[in-house]
């Protein structure tokens, strides 16, 4: 089932990506070695533009309308702002809105009556890497340009079926009764429709302008999830992933590229109409 709250964060894996003898037609351009986390994260998780912003509509059951803002920066960055309008009345409604905020440091869930955050361990990576001799970020970043270069190269040789919307192409498909639409390059949908409701993008802009707080983490859950203290737990799993990197070994990027989602607490039945649209199991990517 496709998760359309995670619209970010949503494209397929290629399975066969650095495996056999597809590895040896990768290609990349000249390596350029970050020197800094940011030039780690941005090549790590690379965006088809330096600020995307795109806005859809949403429609769902008993007159259930809505709006949803995505802002994509590379670098492992993605605000998700959502505002749903539920009818209660023959006159009336209840708006419920949330925000998803993913960094390098955090994942955010957060709505009225419901939320969850936990930590990223993506920066602390890219802090690892910056701890390692010079010929061994090479070797990590080697292997990172060449999945992305295998990942271009199986687009262009198994496209699928191409749609274009608003201007930009993305990859439409069918299970069941679900559709959709992902914008690969940029790992999020431009349409989703099931039995329960569709959400279509209605406006992309590229080189868009962001506050400067736009990713920051709203100021009641502004605490660090991932205190020094758990420094010394999690950095040899970090050294064994930038390890494994270094052999020319793909298999961490899977779930490194791909988004992880919070888990939202149980609340009124607002929050459970949230959770419901989000995917999540109800009372308490795909």
């Known amino acids: ?18 495996s056999g003898n597809e590895a040896q037609a990768w290609s990349t351009p000249a390596l350029s070695v970050p020197t800094t986390a940011q030039e780690f994260l941005e090549t790590l998780l690379p965006a088809p533009n330096t600020a995307i912003f795109v ?31 539920v009818p209660v009345s023959e006159r009336d409604s209840e708006t419920v809105g949330f925000v998803h ?9 957060q709505g009225d009556t419901v939320g969850g ?11 690892r890497y ?27 040789l198994h496209p699928g079926d ?9 990859l439409w498909t069918r299970i069941a009764a679900q559709s959709s639409c992902t914008w690969e390059e940029a790992g999020i949908l431009l349409h989703y429709e099931g039995n329960a409701f569709t959400i279509r993008a209605t406006r992309i802009e590229l080189d868009s302008t962001f506050d400067a707080d736009t990713f920051a983490l709203p100021r009641a859950s ?33 779930s490194l590229t ?7 607490p149980s609340g009124p039945d607002a929050s459970t109409l949230v959770r419901s649209l989000a995917g999540q199991p109800v009372p308490v990517h795909d």
């Open 162 to 170: 191409q749609r274009t919307i608003l201007g930009t192409s993305c």
């Open 1 to 18: 089932m496709i998760n359309p709250a995670c619209m970010v964060g949503t494209q397929p894996d290629d399975a066969n990506a650095g």
């Open 117 to 127: 955050q936990h930590a990223s361990m993506l920066r602390a990576l890219a802090e």
């Open 101 to 109: 905020i993913r960094t390098p440091e955090h994942e955010l869930w």
């Open 55 to 85: 806005s859809y509509d949403l429609e769902g059951p008993a007159g259930l309308t809505g709006e949803l803002d995505i802002r994509l920066a590379p670098g492992g960055y993605a605000r998700e702002d959502w505002s749903m309008h």
């Open 258 to 264: 791909r988004s992880e989602h919070v888990t939202a």
């Open 222 to 254: 502004s605490k660090r999830a991932y205190h020094d203290n758990d420094r010394t737990r999690h950095d040899g799993a970090l050294d064994a992933i930038l390890q494994q990197l270094g052999r020319g070994d793909v298999t961490p990027l899977v």
């Open 130 to 156: 910056l701890a390692l001799a010079p010929e061994h970020r090479r070797d990590v970043i080697a292997t990172i340009e060449r999945w992305h270069a295998s990942l271009r190269e199986a687009r262009q």
